[in-house]
């Protein structure tokens, strides 16, 4: 990791820095802005689901709740929510005829 005072930032300079380096961005010696690589294969999607404090809170009050609850079995989901398909799948056939 390398901390660089957002003045001197130059993204010309991180673009030739390595593949794994994350640049902390600063002002005023206190930290403002992180540049991370993407990774090979991580979508941006991704990417801003993995820093979202929200979306890593909701995983974690999940988890908690699982290791305290237990969880509901694939076959259990699937009966659950056998009645409630809406949207009929089309099949292969004719999804090939449409083409």
Same mark, same amino acid.
């Given at each position: 990791?390398?901390? %660089?005072?957002?003045? @001197? +930032?130059?993204l010309? *300079? !991180?673009?030739?820095a390595t *593949?794994? @380096?994350?640049?902390v961005l600063?002002r005023k010696? &206190?930290p %403002? =802005? +992180?540049?991370?690589p993407?990774? /090979?294969?991580?979508d /941006?999607e991704?990417?801003a689901?993995?820093?979202d =404090?929200k979306?890593?809170?909701?995983? $974690?009050?999940?988890?908690? $709740? !699982?290791? @305290?609850?237990g969880g %509901?079995p694939? *076959?259990?989901?699937?009966?659950?929510?056998?009645? &409630?398909?809406? %949207?009929?799948?089309?099949?292969?056939?004719?999804l =090939?005829?449409?083409?």
């Open positions: 990791m390398r901390t %660089v005072e957002i003045t @001197e +930032a130059s010309a *300079d !991180y673009g030739r *593949d794994e @380096e994350t640049w600063t010696g &206190k %403002v =802005a +992180a540049v991370v993407i990774r /090979p294969g991580m /941006p991704t990417l689901l993995s820093h =404090a979306f890593i809170e909701i995983i $974690n009050r999940s988890w908690t $709740n !699982y290791r @305290e609850k %509901v694939l *076959d259990e989901v699937r009966r659950r929510l056998a009645g &409630k398909r809406t %949207v009929r799948r089309r099949s292969r056939r004719k =090939a005829r449409q083409r």
